[in-house]
């Protein structure tokens, strides 16, 4: 199958690196850091909004464009280019897709528009261990009357540190490993007994721990049906493993064209270390592992689009092919740019450090090599 993007794609596309580079930019990156904002930018986030990017996804009653999964694709990949910290993959992508996915009527029009209108940001608070397991899920959720009480505490949720709304997976039965009697709920910022630990990252993007303490949460903010909301959150990590490996397929990019023009630039004893062969194989190796990639994830955005039932195989080969390029092409942009690679004055610095994140965020190569080898029958 050939993947070509549509006029209107390109479009967008186009647009979102004009905007990325121009404000996005790793200047503009560098200055925040500098700053300790930890990846809180209100006025980005708002004109990114007025760009119509919030709502890519969501369908036009609420808002929204509804331009679907390869248009955002193309803004994430934009946006790991610069390596900007913005709620673009949890909002527009995870909040609106739980929300079209397992939201009431009601739901939809009360949370989808103030998405679209980028007057509501959300996170996802899945795990509660160092690494990502969604089926290991104990945070208990007790029935009282028309509510839950919920117990217990949520780890590394990105973009937690300012995010208005969580949509948060605890246990109404069952037990941890178990699918069945895991429910979503979803609970505003400001809520009583909610305890948001803002964490500094590596990559400067910034993340929260949460503490649940007698958290009540009414029936109404279920989202989806009690115990069943794995089918739900399964679905939903499905499109931010894809999605996120596009922006990791723009964060690899960037760093091979850094590369590249240093190799085409730096000297060593009197010549341009770009003609050096063992430095031409390396990179060579890069960009035939970065189309590659480029490829199983350009077929995951459009099986998304498509409505296709290999949805799930697709998102863990694209997380897991993202996962090992970004791995590659952030060393070797350390190790082909030596000494001045180490330094912070660098960027090459910024790569590595955010590539880090990326490969954990949602499981890591090796927990996705097994996921696609077990839903092949394996």
């Known amino acids: 199958m050939t993947f070509v993007l549509t006029e209107e794609q390109t479009m967008l596309k186009e647009a979102a690196r004009d905007f990325t580079a121009e404000q996005l930019s790793l200047k503009y990156f560098r200055d925040t850091r500098n700053s300790g904002a930890n990846g809180k930018d209100a006025e980005s986030w708002a004109s990114m909004a007025e760009m119509g990017w919030a709502g890519v996804l969501i369908p036009e009653e609420f808002g929204g464009s509804e331009f679907g999964y ?24 995870i909040g609106a897709s739980a929300l079209m996915l397992g ?27 160092p690494h990502h397991d969604p089926k290991e899920t104990a945070l208990k959720a007790v029935a009282t009357g028309g509510a839950f009480t919920l117990e217990g505490k949520k780890t590394f949720v990105a973009n937690g540190h300012f995010a208005d709304l969580f949509i948060l997976a605890a246990r109404t039965s069952g037990a941890p490993g178990e699918t069945n009697g895991i ?31 007698g958290v009540v949460v009414p029936n109404a903010d279920v989202l989806g049906e009690v115990d069943k909301g794995w089918d739900i959150l399964e679905a939903v990590l499905d499109r931010a493993c894809i999605v996120l490996a596009a922006e990791m397929l723009g964060t690899s990019e960037a ?104 490969e954990a965020l949602y499981g890591g190569e090796g927990y996705h090599r097994d996921r696609y080898a077990s839903l092949l029958g394996f």
């Open 70 to 93: 390869v248009g955002l694709g193309q803004v994430l990949e934009a946006q790991g280019r610069t390596l900007a910290p913005t709620p673009l993959l949890q909002t527009a992508l």
């Open 103 to 129: 939201g009431s009527p009601e739901q939809k029009a009360t949370v989808l528009p103030k998405i679209a209108e980028g007057a509501l940001t959300t996170a996802l608070a899945i795990d509660e261990k």
């Open 183 to 213: 429910t979503l709920f979803m609970i505003p910022r400001e809520t009583d007994g909610l305890s948001v630990t803002e964490l500094k990252t590596l990559d400067y993007h910034g993340a929260a721990n949460l503490t649940l303490e």
């Open 255 to 358: 760093a091979f064209e850094m590369t590249h023009e240093y190799l085409q630039t730096r000297k060593q004893f009197g010549q341009l270390i770009g003609s050096f062969q063992s430095l031409q194989h390396r990179a060579a190796i890069m960009f035939s592992e970065m189309e590659q990639t480029r490829s199983c994830v350009s077929a995951a955005l459009s099986a998304l689009d498509e409505g296709r039932d290999d949805v799930s195989e697709l998102a863990s080969l694209a997380k897991a092919r993202a996962s090992k390029l970004v791995h590659l092409v952030s060393n070797e942009t350390i190790q082909m740019h030596g000494g001045i690679g180490m330094t912070d004055e660098h960027d090459s610095g910024f790569y590595i450090k955010r590539a880090r994140v990326q």
